[in-house]
């Protein structure tokens, strides 16, 4: 049973460009979460998706930031024309719908806005 | 604002010594659970502990959990060079599973 898998694992993108990350879920696995971290900072909580369903998403941006999770495919994170406040390490995380499951996470995407 | 707040920031320890770190969280929760990050890597879930429970085990791990006081603390005895990471404890509220992150500890352990 693959971990959870984060793709690309490092992504340069020019200011005003899209970066576009990729979350697989661990199988069985129907909730998935987006944080961000910056250098010697803990995580900062940014979505929480079910399949087809954002259930919160009050750590997004309100401008740029958008996140999707269909019914089959990857979990999506999508950020429009990056500015150098973007670059930051986004980890994916995914668990069990069930009460107290625990949150796997993946090796992260490091973007980097140049 | 973060939910949980890790003291110490940071730590340095003789290998073999006992590691004891913090976290202190705000509102009522339903779990909390500690993770371990190396440099540059993702999370590893180490140990959850349920609002109900006052402390647990794993291994050289010992977690307790002080409802009354909104703080819990994670012991790793023994230490080993490998433990070397950053530690972060995180909350998740009744209704509602998403994770809060503190700010976690940074262990070094000095061979």
């Known amino acids: 049973n693959a971990g959870v898998m984060q793709n690309p694992r490092h992504l340069v993108r020019r200011r005003g460009q899209e970066a576009r990350l990729r979350c697989s879920p661990m199988?069985?696995?129907?909730?998935v979460y987006w944080y961000r971290q910056l250098p010697e900072e803990g995580l900062k909580f940014m979505v929480y998706l079910q399949k087809e369903n954002i259930i919160d998403e009050s750590g997004m941006p309100k401008e740029r930031f958008s996140a999707e999770f269909p019914k089959e495919g990857p979990s999506i994170l999508r950020i429009q024309q990056v500015v150098r406040g973007d670059s930051a390490a986004y980890f994916c995380?995914?668990?069990?719908?069930?009460?107290?499951?625990?949150?796997?996470f993946g090796q992260g995407t490091r973007l980097t806005v140049v | 604002s973060q939910q949980g707040e890790e003291d110490p920031q940071a730590l340095s320890i003789q290998e073999g010594e006992n590691a004891t770190m913090n976290c202190s969280y705000k509102t009522s929760i339903n779990n909390l659970q500690w993770y371990r990050q190396n440099s540059g890597r993702g999370l590893v879930h180490l140990i959850l502990?349920?609002?109900?429970?006052r402390e647990k085990h794993s291994g050289r791990l010992r977690v307790t959990l002080d409802t009354s006081k909104k703080s819990s603390s994670l012991l790793i005895t023994a230490s080993r060079a490998a433990d070397t990471a950053s530690y972060f404890c995180a909350t998740d509220a009744f209704g509602n599973e998403k994770l809060t992150f503190g700010t976690g500890t940074r262990l070094t352990i000095i061979p």
């Open positions: 995380a995914s668990s069990l719908p069930v009460r107290a499951s625990v949150a796997f």
């Open positions: 502990i349920r609002s109900n429970e």
């Open positions: 199988k069985g696995h129907s909730h």
